[in-house]
């Protein structure tokens, strides 16, 4: 054999290798190893490359018990900063954390289009309009590839619902397909070129998405000049021949389903693959392990968490500059650390206040290195103000229809939060060695162990038992309901007396596994305050589960804790404490129950008896704050009654003293919303055409999609898209417009105008005057922010090219087209408040391809 040939950086010699490499090598490459890991070939030294979720945050390889990841704030609250650089910022920390996982490529970011609240996974995109989506993911993706690590953009192209999200069939015009959906893909292409590329589940006006050849040769690989690697969605590739023909060059995970070498050493013996499509797909994937080897990740890598400060200061800026002032009547806001008139008492009320609401469910959910709730974080920046200001805290409601996980409520023995686990071979009563296998500290209990092994067991059959075991201590005397789900058999456990029985007879439910799992099963028993109880749950896996779950893996089990209690009388608590009081903080919103891979929401409302307490508490005590924790829009039937709204999102770690930083001031608020927040669902532009039906999705609000909807028809959103409050004031003037041909440069004035140090984004809107075709009133085309002290000013200058500042997509052409003509440059803080404006002239129309 000849020698074996590398490059710089220990590259691959890919022409020496399409030559060396045997056709069964070549099929072996173009799927993956495992879950996490693509195929190496140690003949030749080609190595086996590890990838990593990402969206918010770096797993690493595991589901269950993973090394701690820091966790940022979910997609939606990333875009609104608008901040390209501390975007960038932002993807160099998840390229350096990638590293610490030993993943050469993260799985993000994502990129899809917010079309409804009700997406599932909204929270893990960006934006409603394009031009956020785009910068937003090109800035992440130039962080991640700073780092020399490979950013795998997603979910390509049209993944923006989760209701039957393999099959659907999504249908839509192509120049809705081009202006909105594509173009947040084209734009991260042109400005931060993603190394890789994930294929979406669904269809596209009749074919899937993973094996079309217009889509991704004629599109994304001749249009766009794309060269970078395309690899499929989890276990979303659908044919062989198809799929290898139009370029999807990785199947995902491994072992494959569809390019095994015998079927596909046929297909190509048959002339129905050709083996020039074998070499072809094989050079991306060989240029994808090159790309990775930049990335310099040692082959023995252990996973380990990143405990440097400054990872959590930069979590912490950047969870400040996401939340959204929505509303501050009165100058409500900010509070006072230390005790002022008519502000001497403040009661932080709701289903979040003692529960951190890092993140959405599915890949975006990870073992978080720590999370601050905002009861934490508002006690400690009170701490801060000598504690002179008094805090009291209530429920007031209940959020979620299962149990909280109470991985952080528990003790375990060494008397940290969390709950302790014990491995064993054997189920309880055994009589002899049960065989301990494991002892692990866990920090939640929702638990999935399709992971977990051992030397001890058969990884063919995973039966083997864990007991849960932690200290609980109730904040008040009541009853206390306890439960669990799982697939599997549980008991609950507590002082010994067996308190919830979901082993000796179960019942299917919905909770837990996409309704693989049992429901959840309760029990009660009577607490005192402050008294330690010791909880225990015995759990045997899967192959102890009396239903039907068609798992192959050792399945898990949910627990949970929480006061029994009635809607009624929780927010009767409430009223009366919010009376007895100066301020009341109203912590409510979804939770990873709500807004998750897997499931779309039902309907834009918190669920609950949310809304109910925040109308009683409003009417008890008038000086109400709202703090919303939500990735998409929800319902605020109550939002002219209170006079301040903040919006939160999904704040990773840092969420509790981002809130706090905001609520007293310590940081000067400057988010601006992501998307358009509407009055009630109906009034949404995909109201009538959103989820599956018969299989397919009628995009029928074409290019009219958010902000270009409500002001086509002239219908005021609760909140416009863009919009965002600041403790200070500002003032937009002088604008300068110039156009030399090719692109139109933008300058203005930004004066903050009040008494406070803040920051101000900056919005380039255009309108193209008596178009030849329906057009959105504005198109959001630019962004700038910038930091201003009070009283000073300073410039904005922006540069946008004429061709993307006019064009439109020309279906009868096939081609972007822009007119000549009159277009009004629109400048404001959000879409909805225009300060400034002035005008360009083109004196030509032209078409054009490419980015």
Same mark, same amino acid.
């Given at each position: 054999m000849s020698p074996i040939k590398t490059t710089s950086y220990n590259q691959l010699d890919i022409d020496y290798l399409i030559d060396e490499l045997t056709l069964a090598e070549k099929i072996s490459l173009l799927a993956g190893k495992d879950f996490w890991h693509t195929v190496p070939i140690p003949r030749v030294k080609i190595p086996s490359i590890r990838v990593s979720d990402g969206p918010n945050g770096i797993r690493g390889t595991k589901f269950f018990n993973g090394v701690p990841s820091n966790c940022f704030p979910c997609g939606t609250g990333l875009a609104a900063t608008f901040n390209k650089d501390l975007l960038v910022e932002s993807g160099e920390l998840m390229g350096k954390e990638a590293k610490l996982k030993g993943a050469a490529i993260i799985l993000g970011p994502t990129c899809n289009i917010i079309r409804s609240p009700l997406g599932g996974r909204s929270f893990e995109s960006y934006s409603e309009d394009p031009l956020l989506s785009g910068i937003a993911a090109a800035s992440v993706i130039k962080g991640i590839q700073n780092e020399k690590v490979v950013a795998c953009l997603k979910h390509f192209v049209c993944n923006d619902q989760e209701d039957d999200?393999?099959?659907?069939? =999504?249908? /839509?015009?192509?120049?809705?397909?081009?202006? !909105?959906?594509?173009?947040?893909?084209? !734009?991260?292409?042109?400005?931060? #070129?993603?190394?890789?590329?994930? =294929?979406?589940? #669904?269809?596209? #006006? @009749?074919?899937?998405?993973?094996?079309?050849? %217009?889509i991704l040769q004629d599109i994304l690989r001749k249009e766009l000049n794309y060269t970078g690697t395309i690899m499929s969605d989890w276990y979303g590739v659908y044919s062989t021949k198809e799929a290898l023909d139009a370029g999807l060059n990785l199947e995902m995970p491994g072992p494959t389903r569809f390019r095994q070498i015998n079927q596909v050493l046929q297909a190509v013996q048959s002339n129905e693959v050709s083996e020039d499509v074998i070499d072809e797909n094989v050079r991306y994937i060989l240029r994808l392990v090159n790309e990775s080897l930049k990335a310099e990740i040692p082959d023995d890598v252990v996973e380990s968490p990143n405990d440097d400060p400054a990872a959590g200061e930069l979590l912490r800026k950047v969870g400040d500059e996401s939340i959204v002032l929505l509303k501050n009547e009165n100058n409500i806001l900010p509070l006072s650390k230390t005790k002022i008139e008519g502000q001497g008492k403040i009661a932080v009320i709701g289903p979040n206040v003692k529960v951190a609401q890092d993140s959405g469910g599915g890949s975006a959910s990870m073992?978080?290195?720590?999370? !601050?709730?905002?009861?934490? @974080?508002i006690q400690t920046k009170l701490e801060e103000g000598n504690n002179t200001v008094g805090l009291e805290y209530s429920l007031g409601a209940f959020l979620d229809s299962t149990l909280p996980d109470v991985g952080l409520t528990l003790f375990n023995e060494e008397g940290e939060k969390g709950l302790n686990a014990r491995f064993y071979k054997h189920p309880p009563g055994h009589k002899g060695d049960r065989l301990l296998l494991e002892e692990l500290k866990l920090s939640t209990s929702r638990v999935l162990l399709s992971d977990y092994s051992s030397e001890h067991l058969d990884p063919n059959k995973p039966l083997y038992y864990v007991d849960f075991t932690g200290t609980y201590i109730p904040d008040e005397t009541a009853e206390y309901n306890f439960g669990t789900s799982c697939v599997g058999t549980?008991?609950?456990f507590v002082d010994d007396a067996l308190v919830v029985d979901n082993k000796t007879k179960q019942t299917k439910g919905d909770a837990y596994f996409l309704g693989m799992g049992t429901?959840?099963?309760? @029990?009660?028993?009577? /607490?005192?305050?402050?008294?330690s109880y010791n909880v225990r749950v015995e759990f045997g896996t899967a192959p102890t589960y009396t239903l039907e779950s068609g798992l192959e893996d050792a399945g898990g089990v949910y627990f949970g804790i929480q006061i029994k209690s009635t809607p009624e009388v929780e927010i009767s608590k409430a009223v009366k404490l919010a009376k007895e009081v100066d301020t009341v903080v109203l912590v409510v919103g979804l939770s990873k129950e709500c807004e998750s891979e897997g499931f779309d929401r039902p309907d834009m409302d918190i669920p609950g008896s949310t809304n109910e307490l925040i109308e009683?508490?409003?009417?008890? *005590?008038? *000086?109400?704050? +709202? +703090? #919303?924790?939500?990735?998409?829009?929800?319902?605020?039937?109550?939002?002219?009654?209170?006079?301040?709204? !903040?919006?939160?999102?999904?704040? @990773? *770690?840092?969420?509790g003293n981002t809130i706090a930083d905001v609520l007293f001031g310590d940081y000067n608020p400057s988010g601006k919303l992501s998307m358009t927040f509407p009055k009630r669902l109906q009034d949404n532009p995909s109201y009538f055409n959103f989820g599956s039906s018969n299989g397919e999705v009628l995009y029928g609000e074409d290019v009219f999609v958010g902000y270009r909807y409500y002001e086509k028809i002239d219908l005021k959103p609760l909140f416009a898209f863009g919009h965002g409050l600041s403790y200070t004031s500002f003032e937009l003037d002088e604008l300068v417009v110039t156009n030399d041909g090719d692109s139109v440069d933008i300058k203005v004035r930004v004066t903050n105008t009040g008494k406070l140090a803040g920051a101000e984004v900056v919005q380039i809107y255009i309108e193209q005057e008596n178009p030849l075709i329906p057009r959105p009133k504005k198109e959001l085309k630019d962004f700038g922010k910038i930091h201003l002290e009070a009283g000073k000013s300073g410039i904005v200058e922006l540069s946008i090219s004429i061709?993307?500042?006019?064009?439109?997509?020309?279906?009868?052409?096939?081609?972007?087209q822009s007119d000549k003509g009159t277009y %009004? +440059?629109?400048?404001?803080?959000?879409?909805?408040?225009?300060?400034?404006?002035?005008?360009f002239i083109t004196s030509k129309t032209f078409n054009w391809v490419g980015v």
């Open positions: 999200r393999r099959a659907v069939d =999504t249908l /839509l015009t192509d120049r809705a397909f081009r202006e !909105i959906y594509l173009k947040p893909f084209h !734009i991260a292409i042109r400005d931060s #070129n993603p190394k890789s590329f994930m =294929t979406s589940y #669904n269809k596209i #006006n @009749g074919e899937h998405v993973s094996q079309s050849k %217009k073992t978080t290195r720590y999370k !601050i709730t905002p009861w934490e @974080g549980a008991q609950i429901r959840e099963e309760r @029990g009660s028993v009577h /607490l005192e305050k402050g008294v009683q508490v409003v009417k008890a *005590n008038p *000086n109400v704050i +709202v +703090v #919303n924790q939500s990735g998409s829009p929800v319902t605020m039937p109550w939002a002219e009654k209170v006079p301040a709204i !903040i919006q939160a999102w999904f704040g @990773g *770690n840092e969420l061709k993307e500042a006019t064009s439109y997509w020309n279906v009868s052409k096939r081609k972007w %009004k +440059v629109l400048v404001g803080t959000s879409s909805d408040k225009i300060e400034v404006e002035d005008k």
